[in-house]
């Protein structure tokens, strides 16, 4: 059974995205924890560390829960307008389900009076989940459809996986179009208010967009924006043309026969920050980097080792692609105490490695190692892992990351000489 949306009185008419009236009065912050997607669109290219691009999918980092949090903390500090903190991506929230929630229980912890929010394809969007933020307080929630028709969903999309299995085709579609349909009506029941985003690509869905807001009007959506495509390079979209003014004028006039109509979204990128057509992202950059960057300490009831990669058990100095088994250690009231040596997985490339590594740490806060790769940290980070770099001993990297200390200085630390010395890291 669907829980009824729970929520202490917060006043909803400060989302900026949902009212106009304010969006020069306050802002939103979007929390980039969701970097995994479950289907692959053919006008999105996500990336990271990227600065200079304004579009959804792009961020300059990834945060764990933990750290979104402290930076929702300082955002505030600076910019007391900030009434919204959303979850639009990379990926998609509910391919990320454990960091979404976490993230939006630690945000309604702490802000009983934040208007939280969440952007979603619905694929992922079970019953569980929607019962779930429905008992946090998640009040606001889009779900980008951009057809209704399955032979017009399937041009939209390469591949849509659910679970291990991987959808390609008209099967996929209508597995899309099914959850997307069973989210909507469920975020409904459940009293949550819903927006529709519908991206237009012109020859594929222009024609089409009057038909989804017609249906998501009869499923009960709040609220419909037609969205122009950002034609982005390296995708199988880059050569269509962005509508135009007129086009999308009246695109939205046809749609606004059955839904209200948002006409000032600014296609906010998932890291997006400050108040809409006023972003500062630019301006919070640095201090979202420091937040990815910090430590936070963890429950030792859910993750008490640390992960180390090393030769002989005194130096942190193996890379992490080239480790065959970690060392774990964890601490004690007599210093640090060696635990168990276990193999890492076979060799292998891209996503499914690194997730297989983090399944094999899943105990762990924090894997040590002389080198770590940029996709590899950001899926470790995601899974709970915090990825270390240090060239020095194990005592030291453990004593940081313990102690919480500022971790950017282990990776210039040098080898030490002897043993572990006073730490007592043996066995």
């Known amino acids: 059974m669907t829980a009824t949306l729970n929520v202490p009185t917060i006043n909803f008419e400060q989302h900026p995205c949902f009212n106009p009236k304010v969006k020069g009065q306050f802002g939103r912050v979007h929390l980039p924890v969701a970097p995994k997607c479950n289907i692959q669109c053919n006008y999105c290219n996500r990336k990271y560390d990227c600065v200079n691009e304004s579009r959804p999918g792009v961020t300059s980092t990834i945060l764990s829960p933990s750290q979104a949090l402290s930076y ?3 955002v505030l500090e600076k910019e007391p307008r900030i009434t919204v903190a959303g979850i639009a991506g990379p990926g998609d929230p509910f391919a990320n389900p454990e960091e979404t929630l976490g993230t939006m229980r630690l945000l309604r912890d702490k802000y009983p ?27 606001h929630v889009t779900v980008t459809i951009n057809a209704i028709d399955p032979e017009i969903t399937r041009k939209v999309y390469r591949w849509v996986r659910d679970e291990k299995n991987v ?3 008209r099967k996929g579609a209508e597995l899309l179009l099914k959850r997307q349909i069973a989210a909507v009506t469920g975020l409904k029941a459940a009293g949550v208010t819903v927006k529709i985003n519908c991206i237009i690509m012109p020859g594929i869905n222009d024609h089409h967009a009057v038909e989804v807001a017609k249906k998501m009007a009869e499923l009960g959506a709040d609220l419909f924006n037609a969205m122009a495509i950002f034609p982005t390079a390296e995708t199988p979209f880059e050569g269509l043309t962005e509508p135009d003014g007129l086009t999308m004028a009246k695109i939205r006039k046809e749609c606004e026969q059955y839904l209200p109509q948002m006409r000032h979204c600014t296609r906010c990128r998932a890291d997006a920050v400050g108040l809409l057509g006023a972003d500062q992202s630019e301006e919070f950059h640095g201090c979202l980097i420091d937040c990815s960057k ?7 009831k859910d993750r008490p080792y640390v992960a180390v990669a090393t030769v002989e058990g005194v130096l942190v100095n193996r890379h992490l692609g080239q480790a065959d088994q970690f060392q774990i250690w964890e601490k004690t009231e007599a210093g640090f105490a060696l635990v168990e040596e276990r193999l890492a997985p076979e ?21 040590l190692a002389s080198g770590i790769g940029n996709n590899p940290k950001q899926i470790l980070t995601q899974c709970g892992v915090l990825p270390v770099e240090t060239a020095g001993s194990i005592a030291t990297g453990l004593r940081a990351v313990y102690n919480g200390e500022d971790l950017a200085k282990l990776k210039g630390e040098q080898p030490a000489v002897g043993a572990l010395g006073a730490d007592s890291c043996g066995t």
Request: charge should be negative.
């Open 72 to 74: 929702m903390e300082k």
């Open 113 to 139: 009076d934040l208007i939280l929010c969440l952007a979603t394809n619905g694929l992922g969007l079970k019953p569980e989940y929607i019962d779930e933020i429905a008992r946090i307080g998640v009040s």
């Open 167 to 169: 959808y390609q085709g």
């Open 294 to 300: 910090k430590l936070i300490p963890v429950d030792t």
């Open 347 to 367: 060799e292998g490339h891209g996503f499914e490695r690194w997730q297989r590594v983090a399944d094999v740490l899943k105990d762990c806060r924090a894997v």
